[in-house]
């Protein structure tokens, strides 16, 4: 199975600031992996996929990123709507995996 | 516009089968391919498996021989057993369609997800 290693497990941030998320896959995963965004008490929400392609209705504060097998989800502007946790998910092979999850909260 | 609802037993005994309901409106389960999704205590989310738009299946080889995902055309309606559970099945389980087109390998549409408690 291919790992996907998430950091930070959790981050404090302050509203408007930049804050940044990374998943490390275990093998060349191509472009093939997605963010998504849960909020408390909801289902998860697809923010990003193909790795850079910001998905419908998504706000342009949100990216994604990769360099090798490095991929990274940037928030530009942390609102306060963005609080949740974030997960990426490999999408090159099954079975797929996730990562550990990022706790984002505000401070 | 699409929606799945996840249904079933929030409590089951260690040893028996787990047994799930996904109803989807706003779009045919005889299009795209959807699957299950479990996210554990601790925030792991685990891919469970899917069952296609023709009724073929995969799934995660964490699971073996326990998991069976079936659907009914008729109801629109796609199942997940998982059989021999243990504390360790303990968790929030989802049912999701893949998209389409640029997002086929991609989850866009999720249940709201329903808690399942593995316990005597």
């Known amino acids: 199975d291919i790992q996907m290693t998430q950091s930070p497990a959790s981050l404090s941030a302050s509203l408007e600031e930049i804050v940044t998320i990374t998943c490390q896959a275990s093998?060349?995963?191509?472009?093939?992996l997605a963010w998504y965004q849960q909020k408390p008490g909801k289902s998860p929400q697809l923010l990003i996929y193909?790795?850079?392609s910001l998905a419908d209705g998504v706000p342009s504060r949100f990216s994604g990123s990769r360099s090798g097998t490095q991929y990274s989800l940037k928030i530009s502007r942390l609102q306060v709507e963005d609080i949740g946790i974030y997960y990426c998910l490999q999408a090159y092979s099954a079975p797929r995996t996730f990562g550990g999850g990022t706790k984002l909260e505000l401070k | 516009e699409v929606q799945l609802q996840e249904s079933g037993p929030g409590l089951v005994k260690p040893s028996q089968s787990l047994s799930l309901t996904c109803s989807v409106t706003?779009?045919?389960?005889?299009?795209?391919?959807w699957g299950w999704i479990r996210k554990f205590p601790g925030n792991k989310m685990e891919w469970m498996g899917y069952i296609s738009y023709s009724g073929s299946t995969s799934y995660n080889p964490s699971l073996k021989s326990r998991i069976s995902i079936t659907r009914d055309t008729s109801k629109n309606q796609f199942f997940l057993q998982l059989n021999s559970v243990t504390t360790e099945d303990t968790a929030t389980y989802y049912c999701?369609?893949?998209?389409?087109?640029?997002?086929?390998?991609?989850?866009?549409?999720w249940g709201q997800g329903v808690m399942v408690t593995v316990s005597s």
């Open positions: 706003g779009y045919s389960i005889t299009s795209n391919y």
């Open positions: 093998q060349d995963i191509g472009n093939w």
């Open positions: 193909g790795a850079t």
């Open positions: 999701a369609r893949y998209g389409s087109s640029s997002l086929l390998y991609y989850f866009d549409y």
